[in-house]
T-cell receptor, first 111, second 112 residues
Framework: GEDVEQSLFLSVREGDSSVINCTYT??????LYWYKQEPGAGLQLLTY?????DMKQDQRLTVLLNKKDKHLSLRIADTQTGDSAIYFC???????????FGSGTRLQVQP | GAVVSQHPSRVICKSGTSVKIECRSL??????MFWYRQFPKQSLMLMAT?????????EQGVEKDKFLINHASLTLSTLTVTSAHPEDSSFYIC????????FGPGTRLLVL
């Protein structure tokens, strides 16, 4: 079955860049997503990328996709304390099946 | 963007009672909705796929008689946790399939 893996924890200083990594196993993945979850809250879709793209940039967020290695990363530039949260990557396809989520990476931003 | 709502947002109930959670797509129709469960400090795990007008498809290990799913219209799916027990306490999140999947804000269930 599909599997998505992430590192569990990342700590950065305010103003630095954060890079959160994710690997997946399903070669049929068409869409790859990044979600943010703050304590006690639901999921906030940050961005997503189609599998035929290598990179997508949206303001402070840059997503890089290495389809050959099945590796996805999310870079947050100028990280702020408000970025502290858990970040989930997820993969899906055009077959309208449910998304498969990674375990989540807890980002801690220190002032 | 598309909006999905869930009701209630939080519920506390006594052990042995049943709880119904609603998931609504507000501005689009969804033939398929998904129910996920998230335990504290864990990821989202798919419980079942809800298909409008047909029976839900449950993931392995999820009891269909305990977690009743009804998808009676193109904008509403309900999850009923029957005879809830403390181990059912969790964060339940639905998503609706539109152009992509749109997630609801989640329902936090606490069973005493």
């Amino acid at each position: 079955g599909e599997d998505v893996e992430q590192s569990l924890f990342l700590s950065v200083r305010e103003g630095d860049s954060s890079v959160i990594n994710c690997t997946y196993t399903d070669s049929s993945s068409t869409y790859l997503y990044w979600y943010k979850q703050e304590p006690g809250a639901g999921l906030q879709l940050l961005t997503y990328i189609f599998s035929n793209m290598d990179m997508k940039q949206d303001q402070r967020l840059t997503v890089l996709l290495n389809k050959k290695d099945k590796h996805l990363s999310l870079r947050i530039a100028d990280t702020q304390t408000g970025d502290s949260a858990i970040y989930f990557c997820a993969e899906g396809d055009t077959g309208r099946r449910a998304l498969t989520f990674g375990s989540g990476t807890r980002l801690q931003v220190q002032p | 963007g598309a909006v999905v709502s869930q009701h209630p947002s939080r519920v506390i109930c006594k052990s042995g009672t049943s709880v119904k959670i609603e998931c609504r797509s507000l501005d689009f129709q969804a033939t398929t909705m998904f129910w996920y469960r998230q335990f504290p400090k864990q990821s989202l795990m798919l419980m079942a796929t809800s298909n409008e007008g047909s029976k839900a498809t449950y993931e392995q290990g999820v009891e269909k008689d305990k977690f009743l799913i009804n998808h009676a219209s193109l904008t509403l799916s309900t999850l009923t946790v029957t005879s809830a027990h403390p181990e059912d306490s969790s964060f339940y999140i639905c998503s609706a399939q539109g152009e992509t999947q749109y997630f609801g804000p989640g329902t936090r269930l606490l069973v005493l």
